[in-house]
């Protein structure tokens, strides 16, 4: 890219394109992905601020009937959205929301920390299969390193969550494969391949760049949620 004028334009890399930057390695020979890390400001809405990649009109293709149930999701949030009243957010939004999180590896596991009300993620890197326990609020995550970026595999949500405050929402067929990708020393892109067939027309993709949080007092701070 440089050799050919283009690097400011190189510098972006497609949807899921492995990124220029190569990480350290951590105490399991792992990509190291720790630290605090949080979305420049929270997503409050998917279809705004270019964070939907596919498809290109920056749209979630939702069926017909869905996209009225989204519309009345919003006309009714200070109620529905179960976030206000002190309910785990789901996925992606524990992530996107605007509440730093920390990230922890082993060779076994990878721990996700919100400072959002003691809420936390655990994805098993064991080979472990998924368990057979639907309706969660987080999903059960399995994942694997493929480069340097982590992937996963998530299932068995329940349908109460919504993906952002703006009432878009999935039911319990909702399938998320994210890949956590870190982009430079304080940076790491969070892409999600999104899959419900009960709710949208096809498969869709968001990216979320997230900063580092670094410093002295970089740190997870209590947060108490009160309904």
């Known amino acids: 890219c440089a050799a050919a004028g283009l690097a400011v334009l190189c510098a972006a890399p497609a949807f899921g394109q492995k990124q220029a930057f190569t990480p350290s390695k951590g105490w399991y020979s792992q990509p190291d992905l720790q630290g605090i890390w949080m979305p420049a400001k929270p997503v409050d809405n998917l279809e705004k601020g270019g964070y939907i990649k596919d498809p290109s ?112 929402y999935h039911s319990d067929k909702l399938h998320l494969t994210e890949r956590f990708t870190r982009t430079g020393p304080t940076s790491l892109l969070y892409e999600v391949t999104i899959s419900d067939p009960a709710t949208f027309t096809k498969d869709w993709k968001i990216a979320v760049p997230m900063t580092q949080k670094t410093g002295p007092t970089a740190r997870i701070m209590e947060h108490e949620c009160q309904d």
């Open 57 to 168: 009109n920056g749209k979630i293709p939702y069926v017909a009937s869905a996209k009225a149930k989204r519309d009345q999701n919003l006309k009714n949030a200070k109620t529905a959205d179960l976030v206000n009243r002190c309910y785990m957010p789901g996925l992606p939004r524990l992530m996107t929301m605007g509440y730093p999180f920390q990230i922890f590896e082993t060779d076994k596991y990878v721990a996700i920390v919100s400072e959002y009300s003691h809420t936390y993620r655990m994805i098993y890197l064991d080979g472990s299969p998924h368990i057979d326990f639907p309706g969660l609020w987080n999903g059960d995550s399995r994942a694997k390193w493929e480069g340097d970026s982590l992937v996963t595999d998530v299932i068995n949500f329940n349908d109460q969550t919504w993906l952002d405050k703006s009432g878009n």
